[in-house]
């Protein structure tokens, strides 16, 4: 009978659901063979409609080797204007808004379950991309200050968890590209549902439909890591599974 291989459970949203953007998990399991990995991501999932999911998810999934944990841009959406903020709480039922203290309390209490459930299991908390690629943004500026707290709440709290940084990661490619962005040098992104809901699904379209990459849908509309300001494309979720790759060694 062959032994079967560690468990890898990434919980999270959309970016690590993988369908309505480029998957990093899919790369993190091509990255390491001897590994199984689970995404279970919901598109839109805010941090309390998951804080909510995980002690299911640990029960389906048992002793896992390590569990990475994604939250924070649906968060962030949730607070970008009175639109997606009745769209969050409809959708998802979720019974406070998602300001910064409320989002830090959720990260903390997943990672709280996972350690006191799955005391073996290293725990890795991935910081959210950036919303849109403008760092003049708000919400751009919101996602860095959500996982700017995020760090800092980690650091005091869960010194156990690990923290791969991926806005970081993601903002110092944007400063080294930025002499090829043309977002650079456009009207400001304004986050509403009517412009998600024309960007995420037409992006999806042409990339089921019309068969075109991630990256070259994002190069169409002048991005370089997002398809539609929100989810990522190919060349971003490879900066996601290198970012995550080290906290990997040694799980077993």
């Not at 899919?26 to 279970?40: D, E, G, M, S």
């Not at 010194?159 to 490619?173: I, L, M, R, S």
């Not at 370089?224 to 971003?236: E, G, P, R, Y």
Request: charged share 15%.
């Amino acid at each position: 009978m062959a032994q079967q291989k560690p468990l890898v459970l990434c919980v999270g949203d959309s970016q690590t659901d993988g369908t309505a953007g480029s998957s990093f998990v899919q790369r993190l399991a091509k990255a390491n063979p001897h590994l199984q990995f689970r995404a279970c991501g919901v598109n839109g999932m805010p941090s309390e409609s998951m804080t909510k999911r995980m002690p299911r998810l640990l029960r389906r999934y048992f002793n896992p080797a390590a569990v990475l944990i994604m939250a924070g841009s649906n968060d962030c959406l949730e607070q970008q204007c009175w639109s997606l903020s009745i769209f969050y709480r409809l959708g998802f039922w979720i019974t406070r808004p998602a300001t910064q203290e409320v989002f830090v309390e959720n990260m903390s209490r997943m990672v709280d379950t996972v350690q006191r459930t799955c005391p073996k299991a290293k725990v890795v908390v991935l910081t959210c991309p950036p919303l849109s690629e403008q760092p003049h943004n708000a919400a751009f500026q919101r996602t860095t200050e959500y996982n700017a707290a995020l760090q800092q709440h980690l650091r005091s709290h869960h010194p156990g968890a690990a923290v791969a940084d991926v806005h970081t990661a993601f903002v110092q490619f944007l400063q080294k590209h930025a002499a090829r962005s043309k977002q650079l040098q456009m009207p400001v992104v304004r986050f509403n549902v009517l412009s998600c809901v024309i960007w995420q699904p037409t992006a999806v379209l042409q990339h089921y439909l019309l068969r075109r990459s991630w990256d070259e849908i994002s190069r169409l509309r002048g991005l370089q890591l997002l398809t539609d300001n929100v989810h990522i494309n190919d060349t971003a979720a490879q900066l996601v599974a290198q970012t995550v790759q080290p906290f990997l060694q040694g799980v077993e």
